[in-house]
Structures are given as structure tokens and as C-alpha cells.
């Protein structure tokens, strides 16, 4: 199984700031996603990161508050820019893992839990 | 659009009982699979069992296992033997392969002594 490593694990950001967490796999993989999870709630996708391309945003998240990288197919990144109390919140990356023999199987990394004061 | 539910917020379990968690589903595609996965307070996603839609078989995992009703697209998690440990949220999802992953809202179990 893929094994992903994400950091920071855990930030405490002022207000106006903006952050970059990064998230390497162990092993190639297909497809590799952002989420977010505010407390108490449920995954949300932020957007599926393209390697060698732009982004692919959900509704209700624009590139420039949430700028994604993803130069190669196990490294990404995650930038939360000019942050406000809102931001708070852990943010997850996962990766797709698509084996000829079992299919597909989604994994996450520890998650990144900021706060923003 | 894919969509995943999970009716029961919450749920309690004795230790050494089986639960049983509940999740629906709506897709389009013919080829999907279906995971649950643990979110004890440490916040890590745990994958705990994975069903590929195509097999008819319900996957099984130590204690974990799901009976996966394709035409009725419902896919529910029985947890056995159920574990202090086992005490976590957990989160129904639905992948369509080369798609996003769609998740529940999540059933907070707490396994009681």
C-alpha cells in the first residue's frame, strides 16, 4: 500500500498569512487529491492535483486562495493563502492508487491540522 | 452525481458485541469502489475494508466486514467483536475510478466497556 507523508502535521498561522503543506507518496500513483475537514464535519474536496498541469477546483474553491502544485506523480503541494480564522481546519491529502491486480485504493496522508488566530 | 449517505450520526456498542453501520449510495458508473474508512481522535484516515463494485463477493477483514447490495446500492459495514479501539468516526466513500472521492457524513461509534 501507498504510504504518504504530510507535512506540517499540526500549525498554529496568524491571520493574513498563508501556509504550504506538502505531501509525498512513497510510490507513483495515479491521482492525488486535497480535502479539507472542518470540526466536527466530514471530508470535502478541495481539488484533484494534475501533475504537469493546473488544478482541477471544486465549487466553492478558487486557485487563488488554495494555489496547488503537483510537479511529479508523488509530490504535491497545498498553499492556504492570506488565512482567517475560517481556515482552520485539517487539511488531507490522498492519493489513488490504481494496481492492475486489486484495482483502485485511496490512501491519506496524517493530515495537517492548522489553526488560525 | 455521485452522492453517499450515512443515516446513523451515532452509535454505542457494547465490547465483544457487532454493530453494524449503515450507508447508501447513488452513482451512474458500473465501475466504482467502495471503502470505509476510521478516524479515531488522532484525526489519521484509516482505510478499513474496500469493495470493488464488479465482485459479488463481500469483502472481509479480520473483524470488519460488508454486506454490499449492488442493485439496492447500499453498502454496510459489521464490525465484530467490537474493540475499545474500534471507537472512532467512520466514513462511508465512493470512488469512481479516474473521478473524486465522495464521502458520508460520517457515524461517530463509541464501543463501551
Known amino acids: 500500500s501507498a504510504v504518504i507523508s504530510q507535512k506540517p502535521s499540526r500549525d498554529i498561522c496568524q491571520r493574513g498569512t498563508s501556509l504550504t503543506i506538502q505531501c509525498q507518496v512513497d510510490s507513483q500513483v495515479t491521482m492525488m487529491f486535497w480535502y479539507r475537514q472542518q470540526p466536527g464535519q466530514s471530508l470535502t474536496l478541495i481539488a484533484t492535483?494534475?501533475?504537469?498541469?493546473?488544478?482541477?477546483?471544486e465549487s466553492g474553491f478558487v486557485i487563488d486562495k488554495f494555489p496547488i502544485s503537483r510537479p511529479n506523480l508523488t509530490f504535491s503541494t497545498l498553499t492556504v493563502s492570506n488565512m482567517s480564522p475560517e481556515d482552520s481546519s485539517i487539511y488531507l491529502c490522498?492519493?489513488?492508487?490504481?494496481?492492475?491486480?486489486?484495482?483502485?485504493?485511496?490512501?491519506f496522508g496524517e493530515g495537517s491540522w492548522l489553526t488560525v488566530v | 452525481a455521485q452522492t453517499v449517505t450515512q443515516s446513523q450520526p451515532e452509535m454505542s456498542v457494547q465490547e465483544a458485541e457487532t454493530v453494524t453501520l449503515s450507508c447508501t449510495y447513488d452513482t451512474s458508473e458500473n465501475n466504482y469502489y467502495l471503502f470505509w474508512y476510521k478516524q479515531p481522535p488522532s484525526r489519521q484516515m484509516i482505510l478499513v475494508i474496500r469493495q470493488e463494485a464488479y465482485k459479488q463477493q463481500n469483502a472481509t477483514e479480520n473483524r470488519f466486514s460488508v454486506n454490499f447490495q449492488k442493485a439496492a446500492k447500499s453498502f454496510s459495514l459489521k464490525i465484530s467483536d467490537s474493540q475499545l479501539g474500534d471507537t472512532a468516526m467512520y466514513f462511508c466513500a465512493l470512488y469512481e475510478a479516474g473521478n473524486m472521492l465522495t464521502f458520508g457524513g460520517g457515524t461517530r461509534l463509541m464501543v463501551k466497556p
Open positions: 492535483a494534475n501533475q504537469g498541469s493546473e488544478a482541477t477546483y
Open positions: 490522498s492519493a489513488a492508487e490504481d494496481r492492475a491486480s486489486s484495482g483502485n485504493t485511496i490512501y
